[in-house]
């Protein structure tokens, strides 16, 4: 069996605005490379209405 990551993440501050709270630096691209390996699976939890996902 190989290994595999199970990344659960909300959506605020990754790639939805949170307030006026600012991006943190680097955050997109270290996601973005987290998000390309293979054994990387991602899945988003929100608890915000589907309209305004």
Do not use: H, I, K, W
């Not at 709270?21 to 998000?35: D, H, N, V």
Request: aromatic share 4%.
């Amino acid at each position: 069996m190989s290994d595999s990551l199970l990344l659960c993440t909300d959506l605020d501050r990754t790639l939805l605005p949170n307030g006026d709270a600012p991006e943190s630096p680097r955050a997109r691209e270290l996601f973005s490379l987290l998000c390309a390996q293979p054994q990387v699976t991602v899945v988003y939890v929100t608890g915000r209405d589907a309209a305004r996902v």
